[in-house]
């Protein structure tokens, strides 16, 4: 198989606003991954952009233990970093996980992937963290193993995740100077002791990198997690980006920091703020020329089930599952159905965009105006299309439409400004978190958007737009961006929204 | 001679396995040390195990119901803010 023709074409396209990142279509990020890779991640929701529309994950709470502190990290409440700020509902042994994991395989079909990741940190609780993965690889191995670590412990266990066939491991690493990890770890636990500030940050992050190295070499796929926080990292981030890249990380996730004060976090208490939108954007911009780039992390609890960005973890509490008669081999059958049936659609969009490309180099790139770059949110319940209702979204993707192409930016969670029933009363104050939410967007595309908001939204400056109802996301915003630029409304008047090159 | 594991343990399982006296054991609603079995780790490493690996401050006392790791030790949040 060869590598789609879009990329061939980018690169004879003149260069516009970003360099190698995540420019043109969304799934660029995909097609410039050497074969090997893309066959093993693009049913990874966490790893590929394009898959996370598809395919759902699930994290199982087996390793509750942990061998640092982290400043955006409440033990009380469990792990700020790899899950949200909530607490994981029930802790499981791993003979409990492995029966929640086939129950959730067999009524998710599209669950492709069972991750560990806490609530503390799994390699710090080998035993269980092992254990479940054996299990699981005997028993439902039509599912992906993967793990998140600090890396503290991962030299060690190097040998033990490769025999168990986990062939993706996330490591954290928030810098690769012990003076800025001793801003971010006040202590770490080592060979029986604890050691506190710029020492115990010095061998984290040696041990981080050796991991990293390690991991590499044994041909596992290893994605590298920053949390992005303001005055402590952001600057040191891109140099982090560069020097995992060139150790064979292939993929980095740049998240925000999460630090509200009701979490009790050492952030949260001090007032240490998290990112804006922008400042997101604008390192996740940084780093792309050096890096493959991750937007669409949900910074997920360690106990999610679902596609991203739903949790469908209720279905699943202990108490149901015990309930639940479930014959694996049978599942695995419809599971492969629904696979190739994905795998089908996910292939005839590829063919599509290539024959799409190959008009495009018949006729010659033809020179398009300078257009001004747009963003428009998008409201989707997954598969790709534009098939959530307004007020029923608690999240929306940001895509940016600019005369080079669409290219997904991130999501923004919200409130949903009608869950319908007795929630409808507080419709307003939900709808101004919205709009706030919304900002810097012209375009809000939906399903359905109801007359409540229209005039809101209209007011401050977000066109709504029902128009594009079950149509695949980019072909929306393609049609929509073109009938803004025939309206005259893409001047190159600001420049405010050019991205760094 | 032993220490004791109060409330405030999270039940993160993080002291169980380093206890070279396997007298941590697993319990509702937290953890507990058996104080016929704690040593403190006295002879077998320089600072108690339990205690030098426990995140929540204030969750393991001493003989004289000391916390080992005091408010504010282990995260650097200021005492005042810990109050609020």
Redesign the interface.
């Known amino acids: 198989m060869q590598l789609p023709v879009i990329n061939n074409a980018a690169s004879e396209a003149p260069k516009g606003g970003c360099s190698a990142g995540s420019c043109g279509s969304t799934d660029d990020q995909m097609n410039h991954l050497p074969e090997h890779i893309r066959e093993k991640v693009f049913n990874h929701p966490c790893y590929s952009e394009e898959a996370h529309h598809y395919f759902a994950r699930m994290h199982v709470a087996v390793a ?4 640092i ?1 982290c ?1 955006y990290c409440n ?2 409440y469990d792990c700020a970093n790899e899950s949200r700020p909530g607490v994981v509902s029930e ?1 499981h042994h791993p003979v409990q996980a492995v029966k929640k994991v086939l129950a959730v395989a067999a009524t998710i079909p599209q669950m492709t992937v069972l991750g560990i990741a806490g609530p ?1 940190d799994p390699l ?2 080998p ?2 963290t092992f254990e479940t993965f054996r299990m699981l690889s005997e028993q439902a191995p039509d599912i992906k193993l993967c793990v998140s670590t600090n890396g503290l412990s991962l030299p060690d266990q190097v040998e033990e995740l490769a025999k168990y066939n986990i062939d993706h491991v996330t490591i954290t690493i928030n810098c690769v100077d012990p003076d800025v990890g001793a801003q971010i770890y ?2 770490i ?1 080592w060979k ?3 050691i506190k500030g710029r020492e115990g940050a010095a061998i984290l992050i040696e041990q981080q990198q050796k991991g990293l190295e390690m991991l590499v070499a044994k041909g596992i796929l290893v994605k590298v997690n920053s949390v992005m926080i303001p005055g402590v990292n952001d600057q040191h981030l891109a140099e982090v980006s560069k020097i995992v890249k060139a150790k064979g990380a292939f993929l980095h996730n740049v998240m925000p920091l999460i630090s509200e004060a009701e979490h009790g976090t ?1 952030y949260g ?2 007032g240490q703020r998290g990112p804006t939108h922008d400042e997101l954007q604008a390192l996740q911009d940084a780093c792309s020329g050096d890096m493959n780039m991750m937007r669409h992390c949900r910074q997920c609890r360690a106990d999610a089930v679902g596609l991203l960005g739903e949790d469908r973890g209720a279905e699943f509490t202990m108490d149901k599952i015990e309930a639940m008669d479930i014959n694996y081999p049978e599942a695995m059958k419809m599971r492969a159905e629904v696979h190739a049936a994905i795998n089908e659609e996910l292939e005839s969009k590829r063919l599509a965009k290539e024959a799409k490309v190959q008009l495009v180099s018949i006729q010659g790139i033809k020179a398009k105006p300078e257009t001004r770059p747009v963003l428009m949110a998008v409201a989707t319940k997954g598969g790709g299309v534009i098939n959530e209702h307004f007020g029923h979204a608690s999240e929306f993707l940001i895509y940016e439409a600019s005369s080079e192409g669409v290219r997904f930016i991130g999501h923004r969670k919200t409130t949903p400004y009608c869950e319908g029933g007795d929630t409808c009363g507080d419709g307003e104050s939900a709808l101004d978190k919205t709009l706030k939410v919304l900002a810097g967007c012209e375009v809000v595309l939906c399903s359905k958007v109801g007359y409540e908001p229209w005039g809101p939204l209209e007011s401050a400056g977000i066109q709504p737009n029902g128009e594009h109802a079950m149509e695949a996301i980019e072909d929306a915003i393609l049609k929509v961006y073109e009938e803004m630029r025939v309206a005259g409304k893409l001047e190159a008047k600001v420049e405010t929204q050019q991205k760094v090159a | 001679m032993a220490l004791e594991i109060i409330e405030s343990c999270v039940n993160c399982w993080a002291c169980e396995p380093l206890c070279p006296s396997k007298a941590i054991y697993e319990a509702k609603p937290h953890f507990l040390i058996d104080p016929n079995k704690c040593t403190e780790c006295a002879s077998d490493f320089e600072d108690p195990q339990c205690a030098t690996i426990c995140p929540i401050e204030g969750a393991i006392l001493n003989d004289d119901g000391v916390p080992l790791n005091p408010p504010g030790s282990l995260t650097g949040i200021p005492i005042q803010q810990l109050a609020a």
């Not at chain 1, 509750?64 to 061998?67: D, E, K, V």
């Open positions: 509750p233990a942990c061998n502190q400043n033990r009380k802790l503390g710090a609780n035993e269980r006040p202590w636990f029986n002791k604890r050492y208490l001090t």
